[in-house]
């Protein structure tokens, strides 16, 4: 199914030890962000958009803490180009351009508002990457079978919709 | 642009769980910039940027 290839994933055990990981490798990136003359709420503006970064791609390095450095320097350049020489940046670091939503935030609202169980599930599945059975677990499934058949379910129920309240859909497009 | 409804679906759940990840990311921040017990960290931070 082209759902299954199509997102980007997070590491479930990283998820799980978030506030180590952030309180491990913050003080890394404030230090970066001060030295070039950013304030405290900068660094943690860059460090949260690194974050999401980096659970994103999936990947999981030796150093967590330094990759995560390597993407908010990325950040901070894609922000500051006069900064570009002042910042060594690593160039096995590839940041994506962030996708835009192709329907209005109204919509996104409504969706979010009359489809907040559903968004739930599929987040845990595609997002967090969580297994079925965890899923069953976490969502009082029976079992990871359950849990899978809500999945499919919950996606039809979204593109349904997501069909039906675009029907005008080039009106909804901000 | 034309977008197609996997596609448009794909990027809900996405941003979805995105927004999620960042109300995580700034509780754990408000905590550590708060709770008592990490005084030490905060000071450490704030220090950085006198």
Redesign the interface.
């Known amino acids: 199914m ?2 299954e290839n ?3 994933l ?1 590491s479930p055990d990283i ?1 799980e030890d ?2 180590g990981l ?2 491990e490798t ?2 890394a990136v ?2 970066f962000v ?1 030295k070039m003359g950013g ?2 709420d900068d ?2 503006d860059i460090f ?1 958009d690194a ?2 970064i980096f ?2 791609k999936n990947i999981r390095p030796d150093n967590p803490g330094a990759y995560i450095l390597g993407i908010a320097k990325h950040l901070w350049v894609r922000k500051y180009h006069h900064d570009k020489h002042r910042v060594e940046l690593d160039n096995n670091i590839v940041i994506p351009e962030d ?5 209005s935030t109204k919509l ?1 609202r409504l ?2 508002i009359s489809g907040k169980t559903c ?1 739930e599930l ?2 845990a599945f ?3 990457r969580l297994s079925p059975e965890r899923i069953a677990n976490v969502f009082n499934y029976s079992n990871a079978h359950s849990a899978t058949v809500q999945k499919f379910k919950c ?1 039809e129920k ?2 349904n919709t ?2 039906q309240k ?1 029907l005008g859909y080039e009106d909804f ?1 901000e | 642009m034309k977008t197609s409804l996997n596609e448009t679906v794909l990027l809900i759940v996405k941003y979805y769980g995105r927004k999620k990840l960042r109300a995580r990311l700034e509780s754990i921040h408000e905590n550590l910039f708060t709770d008592p017990v990490k005084i030490s960290f905060r000071e450490r931070i704030l220090r950085m940027f006198q």
């Open positions: 082209v759902v199509a997102l980007s997070a998820l978030l506030p952030y309180e913050f003080p404030a230090s001060s304030s405290v660094a943690k949260h974050m999401v659970f994103e996708e835009k939503l192709p329907i996104l969706i979010e968004l599929l987040q595609y997002y967090q996606l979204l593109r997501v069909k675009s497009v």
